[in-house]
Structure formats: structure tokens, C-alpha cells
């Protein structure tokens, strides 16, 4: 897979743009970032925290497709978790998912006191930080499309408007999610596809597109 990215803030939307080809779907993930310089004790308040956090995220997300959880005080061990799930995937993906997420966090970023990991199907982050409803503009990640615009300006002007379209379109879903194609001309199109946390104020936007050239 080849795949492309950029970042831009509009008004209050923080976007995080993923342009890929090909559609990657499977157990492993598209990224993840071991996001705190501190270390939670073993088998400690923190980690059974944690693991509380995780369970309640669990149960919580997959009827909405979003679940925000604190357990424990503030600065005692307080651990903080978000899980959204894409607004296509339904509950028991959704499930699936999330738990996947939880335990395979664990073992990519062992004893950290925050993380944040993507699939393609949902995202999963806990942190010790209070970041609930705080745009994060530190954890992103892209994935690169190699092959280039013929006709980059236009492209760029193109692109840009269509995720200002969807970006509008999620906000006003129930799901705050949404997806879309954009004709280019001859066989080329652009897929997009856009799914923001549920904070109405302040929203997390995560964005994939992807170009298809020569109707591949
Ligand atoms: C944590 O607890 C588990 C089960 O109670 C135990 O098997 C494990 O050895 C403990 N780990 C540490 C590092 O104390
Ligand atoms: C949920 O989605 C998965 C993956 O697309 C599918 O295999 C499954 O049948 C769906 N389940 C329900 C209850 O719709
Ligand atoms: C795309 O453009 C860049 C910069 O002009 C160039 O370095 C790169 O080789 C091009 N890639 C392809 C696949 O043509
Ligand atoms: C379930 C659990 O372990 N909760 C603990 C979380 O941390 C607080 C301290 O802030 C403890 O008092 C809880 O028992």
C-alpha cells in the first residue's frame, strides 16, 4: 500500500488527512504512538485503573460508535480514555475493535502512561492528562500516495474544497461521520472519508481520501 497525507486546521475543525490507495483492512494497526515520557508501576493503582477504563470503554462505545471514560482523581492515577469507532461500522465490529485496540496497546506501549492507537476501523487513546474535548494536534500520522497530481494547483484547490464539504457534512450527521466521492475528470476520482469525535465544540476530525487514477 502507498499512501499520502496532510494536516490542516479550519475554524475549529482539527483535520488529520489520510490519502491512501487501496483499502487496508486487518488486525494490525495503521499506527500507533506510545504518547507519555512516564511509566505506570506494574500491577499498581494506575494500571488497574487502566484496565477498569478499558472494560467501561468497552461496553460504552459500541452502541454509539463513541465512548469517553475517566476513572479515578484528579492527579491520583486518574486515567482519561476516548474510543470512536468509523460511523460505517456497526456495533459488533465496533466491539471487536475496541477490545483489539486495548490489549494490543498494552503490548506496543508497556507501562506508558498514555497511548493512542488507529485501525482502520476505529482509534483508542488514554492518557493520564485530562484531554477530553481539547484538540490534539501532537498524535497524527499519514500514510503516503507516491504517485503524483498531473496537475497539482488544481488538485490541491479541488481537494481542499471537498474536505470542507464533507467536514460540513459530518458535523451536521448524527454520527459526525461522513464519506464521499469527487469526479476529477477522465477516470480519476477522489474518495474521501471523515469521522469527527463527539464534541460539538471542539471537534476531532480524522480524514481519509484516497486518489484512483486510471480507474485502478
Ligand atoms: C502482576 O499481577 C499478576 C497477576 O496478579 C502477576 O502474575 C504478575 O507477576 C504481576 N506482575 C508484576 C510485575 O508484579
Ligand atoms: C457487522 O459488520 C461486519 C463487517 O462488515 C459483518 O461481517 C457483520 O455481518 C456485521 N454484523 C451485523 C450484525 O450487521
Ligand atoms: C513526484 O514529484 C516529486 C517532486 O517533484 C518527485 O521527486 C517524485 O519522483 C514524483 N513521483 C512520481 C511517482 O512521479
Ligand atoms: C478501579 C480502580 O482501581 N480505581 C482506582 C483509581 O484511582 C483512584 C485514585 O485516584 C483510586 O481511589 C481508585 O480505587
Not at 2 to 26: A, E, P
Not at 87 to 101: F, K, L, P, S
Not at 156 to 172: D, G, H, I, P
Amino acid at each position: 500500500m502507498c499512501f499520502s497525507k496532510f494536516s490542516f486546521s479550519m475554524s475549529l475543525l482539527s483535520l488529520t488527512l489520510l490519502l491512501q490507495v487501496g483499502v487496508g483492512v486487518g488486525a494490525d494497526p495503521l499506527a500507533y504512538s506510545c504518547a507519555s515520557s512516564e511509566n505506570f508501576t506494574p500491577n499498581g493503582t494506575y494500571f488497574s485503573n487502566l484496565s477498569k477504563l478499558f472494560g467501561n470503554l468497552y461496553f460504552k462505545t459500541a452502541p454509539t460508535g463513541f465512548g469517553v471514560e475517566v476513572v479515578g482523581q484528579y492527579s491520583q492515577n486518574q486515567v482519561n480514555g476516548l474510543a470512536l469507532c468509523r460511523g460505517d461500522v456497526n456495533a459488533t465490529e465496533c466491539r471487536t475493535c475496541v477490545a483489539g485496540a486495548s490489549s494490543e496497546i498494552g503490548k506496543l506501549c508497556p507501562y506508558n502512561k498514555g497511548a493512542i492507537i488507529w485501525y482502520d476501523s476505529c482509534l483508542l487513546k488514554y492518557s493520564d492528562m485530562d484531554f477530553i474535548g481539547k484538540i490534539d494536534n501532537k498524535n497524527k500520522f499519514y500514510l503516503v500516495n507516491v504517485n503524483n497530481a498531473s496537475d497539482p494547483t488544481t488538485f490541491n484547490q479541488r481537494t481542499k474544497r471537498f474536505l470542507s464539504y464533507l467536514s460540513s457534512e459530518a458535523y451536521a450527521a448524527p454520527r459526525m461521520y461522513a464519506a464521499g466521492e469527487l469526479e476529477l475528470g477522465g477516470p480519476d476520482k477522489l474518495y474521501g472519508l471523515l469521522q469527527c469525535t463527539r464534541h460539538r465544540l471542539q471537534q476531532f476530525c480524522i480524514l481519509y481520501f484516497e486518489e484512483n487514477e486510471n480507474g485502478n
